[in-house]
């Protein structure tokens, strides 16, 4: 068997606007909000999960770049990121407060399925005290947010270091 190496990518995608600069009062309240939904007991490496789901379903190549090089910066392994997709048959790779997060992550970023049902919702509640969900909602939220502005602008992944870039 042999394989054909392409390297030959194709050219970069440019920016529609750059949203910061043109609305620098949003983006410094969202940078406030992002920075408020990060102080609280949560794990940061469940945080990033979160985001990294959040960031599939919303198709945000950006956030993705970042996130998973955040979480991998902070100690998380290349299977766990790699079987998030399809975390619902790699259960196996999670915790059951891991779960209960993905689920919420799912059950808050796909609203047109109607309200975050009742029973995720009971599920996130029996790993997370009130604190904990309010700020695990509000990381939800925040993300869903800033995925919204990258995919609209089309931002470009790619060019993110861990610890170069903290919103």
Request: glycine share 4%; aromatic share 8%.
């Amino acid at each position: 068997m042999t394989t054909n190496e392409n390297t030959a990518y194709a050219p970069e995608h440019t920016p529609r606007l750059q949203w910061a600069k043109l609305a620098p009062e949003a983006y410094k309240a969202m940078i406030s909000l992002d920075a408020a939904a990060r102080k609280g007991s949560l794990d940061p490496v469940l945080l990033e999960l979160v985001k990294i789901r959040a960031s599939q379903l919303n198709h945000c190549a950006f956030c993705l770049d970042m996130h998973t090089k955040d979480a991998f910066a902070a100690g998380e392994t290349v299977e766990r990121v790699i079987q998030l997709s399809a975390w619902e048959e790699s259960r196996h790779f999670y915790t059951a407060k891991e779960i209960a997060a993905i689920e919420l992550t799912e059950a808050v970023t796909v609203l047109t399925d109607g309200f975050v049902p009742d029973d995720v919702y009971e599920r996130a509640a029996k790993h997370f005290g009130d604190a904990e969900m309010a700020q695990l909602i509000a990381a939800i939220t925040v993300i869903n947010a800033w995925n919204r502005f990258a995919v609209t602008t089309r931002l470009v992944p790619g060019h993110y270091t861990p610890g170069t870039y903290k919103r």
